[in-house]
């Protein structure tokens, strides 16, 4: 009994501080950039250490266990007679451990300055005329580039993603690649597949999963995008901007025709919303005929697999937390990275 009220006087206080301390670096930028810069380097650094020693995703078995075990604690605390309020109390409890420790352990990086004072960027306002400039120069990079390819040298594609973060790291505020960094297999691929995920960074053990079934010309711009991630970048549009910059750089082709690859569809989405519908069809013309195959190639590859019924309600319930932490675009950053493009090319 007393020691059951040691832990109890000990965990309160322990997880009210972790709240209070939480919730004061997402109020402001610069405490959030204190620790994205000297706090969570030592964190990525322990946990992705501890992480290396399994070749599973130890934060997928976290996650999923961690679902079954609130599933079935109910059935658990009844045959132990615990009351309602003990059971509901204890699972809040432990949603709230998970919410501490998923903030410390990368979340609060959600909360940083924005990019442009960061980077030292300054932000470009649209005009059709630079927007229409850069759709040239795009379409022209993406077609010289192009490159058919049925398999990828994983091992080439970490390489040289790892040296190209080497030399953007400083300017933009990222930590370095550690050298325990490797990407891990998602534990459940299929159900991934079906709401349409090619990677994700698992921040309670600082790990990045990439999907099996990702095709060649997809694999290095998602292990660059996903590496961001690692190495303290929350938006999503940072990452793709990273990741193309780093893929787009490397003098292995393979990896350079991924990164235009990967952009096409944001480059689509933006250009569909700010061009007329002549100007829109005018400029798909441009794009090469092998393109525009591989692209439908891989709609079509991807749609095989794609359940709608978890997929849309995936795509709805990430659209909600990215809003709930610091992104008010939701969902639609993915695509602002071409705002972030003009802007550093500038």
């Known amino acids: 009994m007393i020691i059951q009220n040691v832990r109890k006087y000990i965990r309160w206080p322990l997880l009210a501080t972790g709240l209070i301390g939480v919730w004061c670096v997402m109020i402001f930028p610069g405490v959030a950039e204190v620790y994205a810069r000297q706090v969570y380097p030592l964190i990525a650094w322990g946990l992705s250490r501890f992480s290396s020693l399994f070749p599973f995703s130890v934060g997928d ?15 658990y605390a009844y045959k132990q007679k615990y009351s309602w309020k003990s059971t509901i109390g204890r699972m809040i409890e432990y949603l709230l451990w998970v919410y501490v420790w998923f903030y410390l352990a990368w979340g609060l990086n959600y909360f ?50 790892k040296k190209g973060y080497d030399t953007l790291s400083d300017r933009f505020g990222m930590i370095k690649p550690s050298g325990y960094l490797r990407p891990k297999p998602m534990l459940i691929p299929p159900l991934m597949s079906g709401v349409g995920v090619l990677g994700y960074m698992g921040p309670f053990f600082n790990e990045y999963n990439l999907n099996p079934d990702l095709l060649p010309v997809q694999y290095p711009f998602t292990y660059a995008h996903e590496m961001a991630h690692v190495l303290g970048i929350a938006n999503e549009a940072e990452a793709n901007l990273y990741g193309f910059m780093v893929c ?11 990164a235009y690859f990967a952009l096409l569809t944001y480059v689509l989405n933006n250009a569909y919303l700010l061009l007329n519908e002549e100007e829109f069809n005018q400029w798909k013309d441009t794009i090469s005929p092998e393109v525009r195959n591989l692209y439908n190639q891989k709609l079509d590859y991807w749609r095989s697999r794609y359940k709608p019924l978890i997929g849309d309600a995936q795509d709805v319930l990430y659209d909600w937390f990215l809003k709930g932490n610091n992104i008010p675009s939701g969902y639609q950053n993915y695509s602002e990275v071409i705002a972030l493009l003009m802007a550093v090319e500038r």
């Open 112 to 161: 940083r300055a924005d990019f442009y004072t960061r980077a030292q960027v300054q932000y470009v306002p649209y005009v059709t005329e630079d927007f229409k400039s850069f759709l040239s120069d795009y379409t022209d990079s993406l077609n010289t580039s192009f490159l058919f390819y049925d398999k990828i040298d994983t091992a080439l594609v970490s390489a040289e993603v």
């Open 248 to 258: 787009s750089r490397s003098l292995v082709p393979e990896i350079r025709f991924s």
């Open 61 to 75: 078995c976290f996650i999923y266990g961690s679902i079954v075990g609130l599933l079935l604690f109910p059935v």
